[in-house]
Nanobody, 128 residues
């Protein structure tokens, strides 16, 4: 059964770093699109980063480009989100997501919101 399990959230001060992990089980990791989106109270969901696990090709939202890095480990079938220089506006619940294999989705990071599989979320809180 396909499942995504996130970990690594927490509380940090502005300027700090966190690394989120997303472990994929079932046949949803290989040569697939995966990514992260976030949602803060009162705000719309935002696709943060996406990656094609086959090649490692990544895309980022402009709000995080240059500060966040998405990567993958093909041995452990894990996708990571390294978040540096965090700011209070990065405070949100972060969710890992994966496309349903074989389903067409739009291009780039915005398509993360279309992905079928989602984890339970992990909270990131950045204080000023």
């Amino acid at each position: 059964q396909a499942q995504l399990t996130e970990s690594g959230g927490g509380s940090v001060q502005a300027g700090g770093s966190l690394r989120l992990s997303c472990a994929a089980s079932g046949d949803i990791y290989s040569r697939n699109f995966m990514g992260w989106f976030r949602q803060a109270p009162g705000k719309e969901r935002e696709g943060v980063a996406s990656i094609y696990t086959g090649t490692g090709t990544a895309d980022y939202a402009n709000s995080v480009r240059g500060r966040f890095t998405i990567s993958r480990d093909t041995v452990t079938k894990t996708v990571y989100l390294q978040m540096n220089d965090l700011a209070p506006e990065d405070t949100a619940m972060y969710y890992c997501a994966a496309r349903r294999p074989g389903r067409a989705v739009g291009p780039g990071v915005r398509a993360v919101l279309e992905y079928y599989y989602r984890g339970q979320g992990t909270q990131v809180t950045v204080s000023s």
